[in-house]
């Protein structure tokens, strides 16, 4: 991966990248996996330091004093802004801004020279860090200054310094090891992919060309006290998240710094979802009399990487010039204005500000104004039509007002972006329209009807996912029986956005001749979805039919749980064990499915225990298992587990049968302590083991992932792949 996002002309796009921050925030930890995600070499300075003076950095520092170890600190700095400026990743010691020459070499790389990311953690995971004994790899306790003071005093010299800032999340302490950084590693790799601009597939302006946008408005002051499941409700068919950071954000219990309150914020709101950031200081709150904070706020948005940054038209060109420049690759530009109440959209005024926010490179541009007529959205939607059909950047239209909720809704349908006004101050408010009132409401405008899902079938999968639907807004036609597929290509809606065939397959036998029929008539847009094994017909001509077939959804949640658990870069690999237990009350059609999911994953040493011959011999076909062990029980299988694979990376059990909190304690010995995902879906309903229902639970190393999670990530996968958007 290259960064290369221009960061408006300012950095070549193999400048190395300085990590810079308090001590333990993480400069090393995430410098290493910043390394392996651009595949650049990683250099601590705190380590050549180290090599150079051939002694500890504390014993250095208590031979020497602090002031010898800056002196050569300084000197180190030098030499690495000016031998290694390219193709690096590089943390510096978390002193190193103390020194004004030092902060000068540095604010001048950040100005033109390259990305410089201060790293933020929660200041009490931190502590927790260097509270521990016997963990102090340097000397930093000689300081003898408190903790936060040092932090404190260090802050505005960490963000003059920076050009971006990356918030670390930590996980909770009862996490299991593996995954304790794993969160972390998501978030910078996601923040890296920001910077180096990889198109998001829900790019608020390929969604506003294509389609109706939903962006849920979230004041920022609401996300300490939300949680993943109330977001991931409150956000179910919204497009992106609009962080609204009014005045009222309470800063009196915090004990950083605005900025860095906001940045933790927002850092906690990334780690609850993955919806792009739309992020938009309050105007009014901050610009009118305070604009140095507004100006300082727009700056941190930048360097947060957020995807969306709303700046105010009510600035001078020269001072939005100024703003604009420290733009990031990672954030699009809004340009937003409220309208005159004596314009109208799409006149001469209206048209004049459109045209002032493109002329200053705005990416997108949203207007407001008090709508009093039905009619005005129907401008709106004319106006918008003309922009489409140009070059000119989308435009966002809000009307507001007290127009009852006809207006309100008629205004969802017609503008790109819906901004639930009720989410304002309460996440739980959140209005989404019912699919009834959006079929009503579009028909009276005289609109193309929202997108269209057809499920075929009648399984539980396809009752919860059509419910899900309905609630997101869609259109969705049920139908108990399969009908011909004739009857789904020729109903009125067929050239809807998405037709979505929920079809159970049966596991054997040839492929249902109504699912070949699908493949042929599918168009572009559509999703064919099996809940079974994919088809032959379908998988064969995926691209020629422009249909793509869903992994089978199983599989595809138990790869989904897996990676979520467990890194791929510090847990899987090639040299992980997975384990599939209890293989003969598996259905047949199952096993080459959790296979591939295995495959999937990149391990390649796979064995299966407790296998019937006619599972052994579907697990022979297949062409990645190396070893295979078959033996009655997992006691027996343990030397040879232990033999074929000693211990190696951690282990993926996907156990059918047993009762896996019971897994005989020599397991330990044969292979490394991993995951045990819990598929009560493959059992025969006589085995009569105990569900694992609970939360994932940690028991002597092993994370137990039960069946509760499982279908529910499946849900999600399912929801997804239907609709693209990410659960
Ligand atoms: N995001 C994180 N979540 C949990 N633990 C972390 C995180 N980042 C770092 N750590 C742990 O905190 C400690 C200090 O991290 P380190 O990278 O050495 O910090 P620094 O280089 O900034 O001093 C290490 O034990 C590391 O494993
Ligand atoms: O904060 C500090 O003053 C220091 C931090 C240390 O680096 P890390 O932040 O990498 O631990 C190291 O350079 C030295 O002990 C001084």
Redesign the pocket.
Known sequence: MELSGSFAGRWAPDASVFLI?????G??TIGLMLSGVLSRPFL???RI?ESAVGVP??QF?DEHGFSA?RDR?TLLLQQLVREHARGKVI??????V?REENRRIIEQYAASRGPVIRILRDPNAVLAFLSAPAKD????TD?QESYAA?WQRRIPWYESCSNLAFVAPSPDSSAHPSLALKAAEDAIKRFAERLVGVPSPRSLRALAATRRTTALVLPLSLVDELDRPRLEAATRGVDAIEIHIAQTLDISTARFDFGTHIALLVGRLRTMTRLPLLYRPSRQAYSAHDASTYFQLIKLGFELACEVVDVSLNLQDEELATLLEKRSPASQIMLSSTLDPSQSWGDDGARAVYARAARLGANVIRLEKAVASVDENLELRRWQTEIAASDGPPLIGLGHGDTARLSLLLNSLLTPVRLPGAAENNVDKVVLFTADELRHTSRLAGLDHPRCVHLVGTTAAATTLGQRLLDAGFRVDITQTPPLLTDVFSHPDSRAVVHLALIPQPSSGPPVPKLSLLARNATRHDVVLCLRRSSAALSSRPQEAGVYVAENTLALAVSHLVVKHLSPVNAISTRSTAILLGVPTLSAGIVPELLAAVHHLGIRRIAAVGCSSDALERLRNFEVLRTVVVTASLDEAVPALRDEFGAGSPTVIISCDADPPDLPPVLAHAVAPGIVVHLPEARLPSSGARQVENQPRTIDGWLYVGSVELSREREDRLYEVVTGYPV
């Open positions: 921050g308090m001590r333990g925030v400069k090393t601590d300075a705190d330091f950095l504390k520092v170890f600190e943390a510096l010691g978390g002193g190193v103390e790899k340097s000397t930093w300081l040092v």
